[in-house]
Structures are given as structure tokens and as C-alpha cells.
């Protein structure tokens, strides 16, 4: 029965590689994805698949590529997308061919899918389309999903040593776990997509420690006393060894230009020192701290990574991985930073980095999207700030005079602009040498000035 499906899956592959279809090139391509294929960034709720039917299929069709390089499994609601960039960064250090999946994207599609920093080519997605279009346009597949079985077909064909995988949305019905990993790792849990993912806090934890497989061992980032007996009970399931990173890992940091300096503690004795890093957002030291745990933790499963490693990996993450969006640095005169923080905890972390830096006015460049609780984001923002309320041109963007509406309430004033761009060059405008120009709220704003 089973090699009858294998024959029959053999027969539509050859079928799809005859196919000649009417895309000629790269953008005709990206452009085919956008328009066939749901995509939840976009039009949120309707690309959600509450099942793995497709993403099984998609593996069985591609041969099952994910059984063809080990990998490291990334959930959690904040921080996720940093501690793959510098897992990545350090195993490619260690001269690990080291692939990275991650979403969603800033620039370009190609950014979701690396290899040693350097992103899947134009002629590899066009050809991946192509040669499966028949096959997509029958199974009828999620942008994700899609995106995830190309991630792994990629990985898989250029003989990858490690590939890290960030889930999408939640981990137990995401694309990306149907991968047995050498580590799991969840970095936090906060409300976000809580129509998927559940309404409080231990049924978002529960969602997400569906990732935990069994005997392999998981890394949570932050203890949180409400919901760590999630991970336990999980882990305990799943016979899983579990640690907890801040209980193992702490860090004193001193600040300088353009970098940040850690003092790394294991079980409170020094453990590295001087180590520098380019990810100078505050908030970094827990992503540093989860990274240090996993990557100790991999040292046990035959991979070879010093220390030295770690210090090269963590020190040059952004040239390494090509990471960008968070507290990133855009000039210095007038200070302009973005940060693609978009839940109530990012929002936190963001706001409490802008009041310890020095600056004269601060000019907010900010939108959102319009499945967030906005009024949670709202509260924490400052009010002393001049606000350039706008949205990304996406269909999920929150209308900017709606929000710039519910920001009165919470004492938020400034104007309105239809576009971003509109909004970003405005804001350079107005400020002074001495001023701050900050941009978030969505990753979708933070992308348009980016491009």
C-alpha cells in the first residue's frame, strides 16, 4: 500500500517537471505565490491551516528532505527569530554548513531561507515553483507551507550539516514540526495570536511546548513561575531533559558605541568574558543567555563548538546571518532606530530601551496590524512623543486614522499618513540632530523603510 502511494507520488513529480507554465522569471514567480497561495502576514486568519494534512503531503511528496540534516526547533512568542540568527551565526563559526529558516521576511522572500548567510537563490525558488506547480495547484497549500517544504527541499539538496528551523505560528500545527531535532528551544510566552493559539497564557505555553519531541532535550528561555509547569509536564511526557536558561545562565553587560559587552555566568561563576556582540537591543541579553544554553546543550550530540566560537558567532551575528529589524540602527544623526517588536511584551522591551537613551524629542513612526489588541500596545507608549501614525501596504494593516483615534485616548498625539514612506520622511524632516527617530509597531512598517 505504502509503495503504491511512493509510485503514484514518483508518476505527478515527473508530471509536474514536464509541465511548462507561463512564469518566466523570478518576480512572475514571487508574484504567483502572493496571489495563489494564502498568506497569513497578509490576510491573517484566512491562510491559518489547524492541521499538518498538507505539510505531511508535501513531505511524503519531496521525499521526506528534513531526515537529511540535523536541525535545532525555535518557539516562543518574543525572541525566537534572534536566537536562531545567532545559533546560526556560531554553528557557521564553527565551520558548520548551517542552514536557517525563519519568517517572516524584511527585504525579499529569499531572506527565509539561508545557507551559511547567504540566501536561496532567485533561479533555486523559480525552479522549486516551476518544477511542482501542478502538484501546488492540487494540493493547494498555505504560503507556509509551501515556503517550509522549499526551506527543507533547499537544505536538503545542498547537503547542509545543521539547519535552524523558527516556527511561524505557535509549534504544535506548525509547518516546521514535523522535524526531529538534536535541541528544542522556546524562548518566552506572551499573549499574541491568541485566536489560534488560546486565550491565556498556559494554552499559548501548551501550544508551543508541542515542539518538545520525545528523549530529545528542550532549552526554555525565561522562567516563568505561571506556566513553567507546562514545559515540566511536557517534558516529563515526552521523557525530555529540560533546563531553564536564566536558572543556569546570567549576564552583566556594559555598553558601548555600536556594540554591547557581556560578562557571561554559569551557575554563577565566569563562564566567558568580553563578549562583544553587534545586537545591541537591551533586551538581547535573554536571547544571548538561550543561545549559550542550546548550543552547550548540542556539544553533548557530537558537534564540536568552542568558546571561541561562541565569542566570533555572538560578536558578528548581523554580518554573518544578515539579520536585521531589531533595535537596528539606521543613522546616527538624527538617532534613527527600528525594531520589528509588535506584542505587548516587545513593546515593553522597546520602550524601556528608548527611556535610557539619550535624546532631545522623540518622533514616533508607527503602525500596526488589525488582529492586534492594540489598546495593550497603546498603554505602554510614550507620551511625550510626537506621533506619524500610518500603515504598511498590506490588507492586515490597521487603518492609520483608526489608530491614530484609539492613541488619543491613551494621550498619543501627532498626524496621519497613508503610507509609511510619507510618514518616515516627514519625520526626518521635523527632527533635529539631537532628536530620536524610532520606527515600529508591525514588521510590515519596519520593512518599507528597510527597503
Known amino acids: 500500500m505504502w509503495r503504491q502511494g511512493e509510485n503514484n507520488i514518483v508518476e505527478t513529480r515527473r ?15 514571487i508574484e504567483w505565490l502572493y496571489s495563489r497561495l494564502p498568506v497569513f502576514q497578509r490576510v491573517g486568519k484566512a491562510a491559518y491551516k489547524a492541521n499538518l494534512d498538507n505539510t505531511f503531503a508535501l513531505d511524503e511528496y519531496f521525499n521526506h528532505p528534513h531526515r537529511k540534516f540535523r536541525s535545532i526547533h525555535i518557539a516562543g512568542t518574543n525572541g525566537k527569530g534572534s536566537v536562531a540568527h545567532i545559533l546560526a551565526s556560531v554553528l557557521q563559526s564553527a565551520g558548520y554548513k548551517t542552514g536557517l529558516y525563519t519568517s517572516p521576511h524584511l527585504r525579499s522572500f529569499r531572506e527565509r531561507i539561508r545557507i551559511n548567510g547567504r540566501e536561496i537563490s532567485k533561479e533555486d525558488v523559480t525552479l522549486f515553483v ?13 504560503f507556509f507551507e509551501m515556503t517550509v517544504a522549499m526551506a527543507f527541499d533547499h537544505f536538503a539538496k545542498e547537503n547542509t550539516d545543521i539547519a535552524v528551523v523558527e516556527t511561524g505560528l505557535g509549534g504544535r500545527l506548525d509547518s516546521t514540526n514535523i522535524i526531529t531535532p538534536l535541541v528544542s528551544v522556546i524562548t518566552n510566552i506572551s499573549y499574541d495570536h491568541t485566536e489560534f493559539l488560546g486565550d491565556t497564557l498556559e494554552k499559548i505555553a501548551w501550544e508551543k511546548a508541542n515542539i518538545i519531541k520525545e528523549e530529545i532535550p528542550v532549552i526554555i528561555g525565561e522562567t516563568q513561575p505561571e506556566i513553567k509547569h507546562v514545559f515540566e509536564d511536557m517534558a516529563k511526557e515526552k521523557d525530555a531533559q529540560i533546563y531553564f536558561a536564566d536558572k543556569i545562565y546570567s549576564a552583566e553587560k556594559n555598553i558601548k558605541d555600536n556594540f554591547i559587552d557581556y560578562s557571561i555566568y554559569k551557575n554563577e561563576k565566569k563562564y566567558l568574558e568580553n563578549l562583544e556582540t553587534d545586537l545591541i537591543g537591551s533586551y538581547q541579553e ?12 548540542m556539544t553533548q550530540n557530537d558537534l564540536s563548538i568552542t568558546k571561541k566560537n561562541i565569542c566570533d558567532g555572538v560578536g558578528n551575528v548581523r554580518e554573518s546571518t544578515g539579520f536585521s529589524g531589531r533595535w537596528q540602527m539606521l543613522d546616527k544623526n538624527p538617532l534613527t532606530i ?3 517588536g509588535h506584542n505587548e511584551e516587545g513593546i515593553k522591551s522597546i520602550v524601556d530601551q528608548i527611556k535610557s537613551t539619550s535624546f532631545k524629542k522623540l518622533h514616533f513612526v508607527f503602525g500596526m496590524v488589525n488582529d492586534k489588541d492594540i489598546k495593550k500596545i497603546l498603554k505602554h507608549l510614550p507620551v511625550d512623543a510626537e506621533y506619524y501614525f500610518t500603515k504598511a501596504g498590506i490588507p492586515r494593516a490597521l ?4 489608530l491614530a483615534k484609539e492613541a488619543l485616548k491613551f494621550g498619543l498625539k501627532g498626524k496621519i499618513y497613508p503610507t509609511v514612506s510619507d ?21 510590515f512598517v519596519v520593512a518599507e523603510v528597510l527597503l
Open 130 to 142: 516551476q518544477e511542482n506547480m501542478r502538484f501546488f495547484e492540487k494540493l493547494k497549500p498555505s
Open 399 to 402: 487603518d492609520e486614522n483608526l
Open 286 to 297: 535573554k536571547n544571548i543567555i538561550t543561545a549559550i544554553s542550546a548550543i552547550e546543550v
Open 15 to 29: 508530471a509536474s517537471s514536464l509541465l511548462i507554465t507561463n512564469i518566466l522569471n523570478y518576480n512572475q514567480t
Open 338 to 340: 527600528c525594531d520589528v
Open 423 to 443: 510618514a518616515f520622511i516627514d519625520a526626518k524632516n521635523n527632527a533635529d540632530t539631537n532628536d530620536m527617530i524610532f520606527i515600529g509597531g508591525s514588521t
